[in-house]
């Protein structure tokens, strides 16, 4: 038991930096995945081309490869960004192209009529997306942003190959250490507990912006 | 008829100029030459079949389409014009979203925000355009969804409505901005036919109290009835115009007559 016990603190220290990389992309990557939907959907054409480069780019490659290449590709040109930076550099870039088509996706589910009313009411296009598109988008995206966050806690096990002391790396060297499984059942048990805490949520925000539902 | 000459007395404002409208969609004229004067207090009813160009005229208004040709103005202000190069000229910034406050648009679907209730829905435009203080408005708003006999419904979702009382609010919401003209486009098309009347009856009301109004429908009942004047519209230009008792007794253009004869 006490041995259970030391190695969930230890195991406890690997979750704080999956979680640190965890809240940090999400945080980062929403809103940029916002900015790339709006300058993809952008009626100026050289902007919402690249953004549809970028988007395939991120999805079109493995976020593994992205990982490799921030981590030892970048440093050979010179651009030396420490470990964590450089995980978060790669998770965020590749999580705002998903939800950059998720956004897009939301957006576009928007009907015309809506900026209409607010055209003819007088709203700015400003205030028409912040006021009256956005708060309808955001409840449409939930279900596959939750989707994407969820994947995220997942995703972050990934770092293990850049050498960082995360949950799945933790679990690993004490299993290697001691030729005992148990620490993999505990980081499942971690992990599962991280995804149930952000099931529950996303379940209590759909339930919040979905009140005005019929 | 003392109304009519008390109007001329003090020389009716023009509420509405249109001349020479002209929109094209891809290779397809859509409006062929349209020319219409609106005076305040009129009551103006735009029939015709699907396609003749009428609900294209009206979006022209309020610059939901652009034209290619013509000129429009409000209130003697000129919203659109033609240079001599045949270029079309909007006017910018806040001279155009002033002209364009100055019409309230009821749409054929509605358009009600869904994630705002009733009550914000009003509250909105005034909030934000204007960005006059909640507590001046909502008494205002209050007495528009009385108006429109749906203030119990303040704090419902649209989503909760019938389609009737959508359009109820929709209207109540346009008029949040005390406009000037009130543009209707189909207002009824969308509703189940029980659910018109409560529509109608509103829009009645309004044009009992002189409420400028261009209304698009196919409601030849509140066309004869409420309107001061009714066009007749078919390929993109006006076939025909009148008084509503001349106009539906007596129609003059062959035409018209095909048109009517189908709708009555």
Redesign the interface.
């Known amino acids: 038991m006490d041995r259970l016990v030391d190695i969930s603190i230890l195991m406890l220290e690997g979750t704080q930096v999956t979680l640190e990389i965890f809240f940090v992309t999400l945080l980062l990557a929403l809103p940029l995945g916002l900015f790339a939907a709006l300058g993809r959907l952008s009626s100026w054409k050289p902007l919402s081309l690249l953004m549809e480069f970028y988007i395939w780019l991120m999805r079109g490659t493995p976020l593994m490869l992205q990982l490799l290449f921030v981590y030892f590709a970048l440093p050979m040109v010179g651009i030396r960004l420490p470990d964590i930076g450089a995980a978060l550099l790669a998770f965020t870039l590749n999580y705002a192209a998903y939800f950059a088509e998720i956004f897009r996706a939301g957006i576009q589910s928007i ?1 015309k ?2 900026y ?9 296009y400003a ?1 028409t997306m912040r ?2 598109i956005m ?2 988008v955001f ?1 449409i995206v939930l279900p596959p942003v939750s989707n994407e966050t969820i994947n995220l806690v997942k995703d972050t096990s990934l770092i293990y190959i850049l050498a960082m002391n995360d949950l799945l790396r933790v679990a690993r060297t004490i299993v290697q250490r001691e030729f005992d499984m148990t620490p993999f059942v505990i980081a499942a048990v971690f992990y599962l507990v991280m995804t149930f805490v952000l099931t529950w949520g996303f379940k209590e925000l759909e339930a919040y ?1 979905g ?4 | 008829m003392a109304n009519t000459t008390a109007e001329q007395a003090r020389g009716a404002k023009i509420m509405l100029e249109l001349r020479d409208i002209h929109k094209s969609y891809g290779g397809t004229e859509v409006l062929k030459g349209i020319d219409l004067t609106l005076k305040r207090g009129e009551v103006l009813a735009i029939i015709g079949p699907s396609g003749s160009g009428k609900s294209t005229m009206l979006r022209c208004l309020n610059f939901l389409e652009k034209i290619d040709r013509g000129s429009i103005s409000i209130k003697g202000e000129t919203l659109a014009f033609t240079d001599e190069s045949g270029e079309v000229h909007y006017a910018t910034g806040s001279d155009r979203r002033r002209l364009l406050s100055s019409m309230g648009m009821v749409f054929q679907q509605f358009n009600l925000f869904p994630h705002m209730t009733v009550m914000e829905n009003l509250l909105e435009a005034p909030l934000t355009v204007k960005g006059r203080k909640r507590e001046e408005v909502l008494p205002e708003a209050e007495a528009l969804l009385d108006k429109v006999g749906l203030l119990e419904k303040r704090d419902a979702y649209p989503g909760k409505l019938s389609g009737g009382q959508q359009q109820r609010v929709a209207i109540a919401r346009a008029l949040a901005m005390k406009p000037d003209i009130m543009l209707f486009d189909e207002p009824t098309s969308a509703l189940d036919p029980e659910l018109t009347g409560e529509v109608l009856r509103t829009m009645r009301e309004l044009a009992a109290e002189r409420m400028t109004m261009v209304v698009v429908t196919h409601e030849m009942a509140f066309a004869r009835e409420a309107a001061s004047r009714v066009i007749f519209m078919a390929g993109g230009v006006i076939v025909e115009s009148g008084d509503p008792q001349e106009f539906f007794a007596h129609p003059q253009e062959e035409r018209t007559r095909a048109f009517l004869k189908n709708m009555l």
Request: proline share 9%; aromatic share 8%; glycine share 8%.
């Open positions: 009907p009529g809506q209409e009313a607010a055209e003819t009411l007088g709203l700015t205030q006021r009256i708060p309808q409840r912006y009140k005005y539902d019929r």
